[in-house]
């Protein structure tokens, strides 16, 4: 039983690097979900998506974009990496209402 | 908006001795109020949560939470602490009467129990 899976595990960019996250759920939830966690700050919203189809900005959405493949795959892009985005990020999805959010083990991502 | 304070960084207790890690919180309308655990090098973990009914909520592990709609605060609490139970803990708010599905985290309360 998977659950929610996160790839790559860790990462170490250049400034100015792309790359994209991965995450796929395997509960056939319907919403997915991409936070950042930063020392004393908790988790910040990047982006979630509702539903297969729909993606809607969180908090802190500069410089990343998503993607909603499918039911499944909810991916996060980093376009142009910055020493700013170095933190780990989390994936996570949810049957939506008022049901938890079922959480990855993250990806721990160093930008230099 | 929405958002949660969690005005400490850190919460010391001994082993047998009950626990309280705060939390207090801000929305327009009726909050859905939800706690969290991190162990190292995972992902959240959901303890429990509050959507209507009984102010006092139950949960895993032997946690609990109390719901208090005056003073806008929803607190872990569990009577008799365990080594194991030390870990990240995370309140999270969002309102129930906005399209807005997604979660507002608080910054974490770093519980370390002694033995």
């Known amino acids: 039983n998977a659950g929610v899976t996160q790839t790559p595990k860790f990462q170490v960019l250049k400034t100015g690097q792309s790359m994209t996250l991965q995450c796929a759920q395997d509960m056939n939830h319907n919403s997915m979900y991409w936070y950042r966690q930063d020392p004393g700050m908790g988790l910040r919203l990047i982006y979630y998506s509702a539903s297969e189809g729909t993606t809607d900005k969180g908090e802190v959405p500069n410089g990343y974009n998503v993607s909603r493949l499918n039911k499944r795959e909810f991916s996060l892009r980093l376009e142009s990496a910055a020493p700013s985005q170095t933190s780990v990020y989390f994936c996570a999805s949810s049957q939506g209402g008022t049901s938890p959010l079922h959480f990855g083990n993250g990806t721990r991502l160093t930008v230099t | 908006a929405q958002s949660v304070a969690q005005p400490e960084d850190q919460v010391n207790v001994a082993e047998g001795n009950p626990l309280t890690v705060k939390c207090t919180y801000s929305?327009?309308?009726?909050?859905?109020l939800f706690w969290y655990v991190q162990y190292p090098n995972r992902g959240l973990q959901f303890l429990l949560k509050y959507i209507t009914g009984d102010n006092l909520v139950k949960g895993s592990y032997g946690f609990e939470a109390e719901f208090n709609k005056s003073q806008t605060s929803f607190h872990l609490k569990k009577p008799s602490a365990l080594v194991s139970d030390s870990a990240l803990y995370f309140c999270?708010?969002?309102?129930?009467?906005?399209?807005?599905?997604?979660?507002?985290f608080g910054s974490g309360t770093r519980l370390q129990v002694q033995p």
């Open positions: 929305v327009s309308g009726n909050p859905y």
């Open positions: 999270a708010v969002r309102a129930s009467d906005t399209g807005r599905r997604a979660l507002t």
